[in-house]
């Protein structure tokens, strides 16, 4: 059992803090690390499916970090008890550090949305829209949100509220004949993860079955309706 991985510097790691904590403000839960051929991918959940019936898409962050050894290893772990050790890891490093070896913590099971794979091969393009759509959709949808879930609601209501608002199609005119549709929700993920950074930004659409991937320079999402 893997106990821990490397990656190649300290602006690697600063990269990794950053995105896992804005992870954790989105879904605070787990992160999935997958090493593989010196490539690090860590995915994370910003939408998920609670049972059978849910509707709700299956909303994926994805970024990749240089690793600085070529073994293998797929692992769940907390997201929170992972980002303490990238900041405890940040004190000592510099940016003249070379690789810098990151405990785990305990591995995590019983996490449904681990359990189900994005491919890695087969993506087929499917066109490319503006990145300006995304952060208009995902503002307009957290403010729908904000509005529709006061302090104190259930968490019930809430992921029924979200689910129905990130579950709507992006836009009717964006890429019509593509199936399965872009979810709002994708737009959220991108936006929440630091992923939209520039407003001339061209995103580009790929599918591969029943998955659709949005690859932007900072980072990928995936979703799974």
């Known amino acids: 059992m893997v106990t821990l991985f490397t990656l190649i510097d300290a602006a690697s790691l600063g990269d990794l803090k950053v995105y896992l904590g ?3 403000r989105v879904e605070n839960g787990s992160v999935r690390l997958i090493g593989s051929l010196g490539v690090l991918a860590a995915y994370t959940a910003a939408l998920t499916p609670k049972g059978l019936l ?3 898409p299956t909303v994926l962050g994805l970024r990749t970090f240089a690793l600085g050894s070529p073994d293998a290893f797929d692992v769940v772990v907390p997201i929170r008890p992972l980002l303490d050790r990238l900041a ?3 004190l000592v490093s510099n940016s003249e550090s070379g690789p810098i070896d990151v ?3 305990p591995v995590e099971t019983g996490v449904a949305w681990a359990g189900v794979s994005p491919p890695r091969g087969g993506w087929e393009p499917m066109g490319t829209l503006p990145s300006t759509l995304l952060e208009a959709v995902a503002r307009t949808g957290i403010a729908e949100v904000a509005a529709a879930v006061p302090d104190g609601t259930g968490e019930q209501l809430v992921h029924r509220v979200r689910s129905e608002v990130w579950g709507r199609d992006l836009a009717d005119d964006v890429l019509p004949e593509l199936r399965p549709r872009i979810p709002a929700g994708a ?3 991108a936006v929440s993860l630091g992923f939209v950074r520039r407003d001339d930004e061209d995103v580009r659409v790929f599918r591969a079955g029943q998955w659709l ?3 932007l320079r900072r980072g990928h999402v ?3 309706a």
Do not use: E
């Open 54 to 56: 849910d509707r709700t």
């Open 103 to 105: 405990p785990l913590p």
């Open 187 to 189: 737009a959220f993920c």
């Open 88 to 90: 405890q890891l940040s």
């Open 213 to 215: 991937r949005l690859t």
């Open 222 to 224: 995936l979703v799974r």
């Open 22 to 24: 804005r992870a954790a």
